[in-house]
């Protein structure tokens, strides 16, 4: 399987959050926490992928964006208790 960073390397970069703070993973998800800024507020962005075999595919159910870091790590850790 592969790690959260190696899957997000070969995919673009969204052009609002594409400052990259961390990656994170289970054995269903790779996970990048990212931030931005849109109309002089700061956002973060989290973008999720499931695994399938050594294949990803979005989980665009699952990625979403918040003002504050806190309600991002929140929802990633929601996501990593997932089974």
């Known amino acids: 399987m ?6 997000f390397s070969t995919i673009q970069k969204n052009f609002i959050t594409n ?3 961390d990656y ?9 926490l990212s931030k931005g800024k849109f109309l002089d507020t700061e956002i973060f962005g ?3 992928r499931t695994f399938e075999g050594e294949l ?3 989980a665009d159910e699952l990625s979403k964006c918040f003002f504050s ?5 929140e929802h990633i ?6 089974k």
């Open 77 to 82: 850790q929601y996501i990593l208790s997932l």
């Open 2 to 7: 592969k790690k959260a960073k190696e899957v």
């Open 69 to 73: 870091l806190e309600e991002a790590h």
């Open 19 to 21: 400052d990259v703070i």
């Open 56 to 58: 990803t595919e979005e």
């Open 46 to 48: 989290v973008s999720v």
């Open 24 to 32: 994170f993973e289970s054995n269903r998800f790779a996970i990048e």
